[in-house]
């Protein structure tokens, strides 16, 4: 598919995974309307961030949102990257929130993230670190995952954008996605996998309930979902406990995993359903700085 002012491609680390670049005549006419609201409009009148969705997608005849969703909710793809195609001194850290915002809103209905109390999150990876989740573990592996595993509302899938990033060496970007993975029959027809587990959360996660629900289910077409990240499952017998280890091991020994460097300014939207994602550790350097935005929703219902 073509879109004046966007270069689409597919990912050279995977064919699953479009590439979309955008170009500065679309940069420049975004200027405007992104002005319009400031960071903190956006956060208390959510009716304002569909109004930059809007502004977006009306620049692309209203093809962009058609694209970016054929593309998140299709199991052969299920995943973009999209970024602007050059650095440029006007896109700034506002300007990378809104353009987060306005690229979610394409997608989907974010959900309300509690760590922060907004329906987005920025959070830093640093040297030193007193947290009580992998996310901010700089010299730690965060294992594949998929994301709201302990929350009660839908997580169609997920946006990462890194806002910045300094003295970082390693740190990369690792995804897997199910039809990818060697092991994913077996586990997937294993009978443990479709028990309700009981999910959890640090208290850095400001949720105060737990959840239940199974890691593997399937799609209308009968194949596999999964929602599991290591740290959260609360196994209720030896069986289930066996079966996590198992899970994990054989995620982390996939020969398929997609190692992406994920530049200043790129948003990797996927299908929380059929992708994992996790990152590489980094290299210890006492100036290491990352920040990152999350948004996670549900797909719009229409």
Known sequence: MEIKGFEISEHEKSKRIINIKIEDEILDKLIFPFNKFNITTLEYKPFTRFTIAKSLDDLT???????????????????????????????DDNFLVKLSTAVAHLVGTPNHDSMVGKYYARFFVKHKDDSDSYL??????????????????????????????????????????????????????????????????????????????????????GKAQISYIDQFPEPKNMEQGIFLQKLSDALEESKNKVILKLPVGSAVVANNYFWLHGRKPFKENKDLVRELLRIRGSFFAN
């Open 136 to 221: 901010r573990k700089a010299y730690t592996n965060m294992d594949l995952h998929t994301d709201g595993t302990y929350v009660k509302e839908k997580t169609d899938w997920l946006l990462m954008t890194k806002m910045e990033e300094k003295n970082a060496e390693g740190g990369e970007s690792v995804m897997l996605h199910l039809n990818d993975w060697e092991h994913c029959e077996d586990l997937f027809n294993d009978p443990v996998g479709k028990q309700n587990f009981t999910w959890s959360s640090p208290k850095s996660k400001n949720i105060d309930y737990k959840v239940e629900h199974p890691v593997f289910s399937a799609d209308k077409e």
């Open 61 to 91: 005849a209203n093809e962009l949102g058609k694209l970016l969703n054929s593309i998140v909710r299709d199991r052969k793809t299920g995943c973009f990257i999209i970024s602007p195609k050059k650095t440029s001194s006007k896109i």
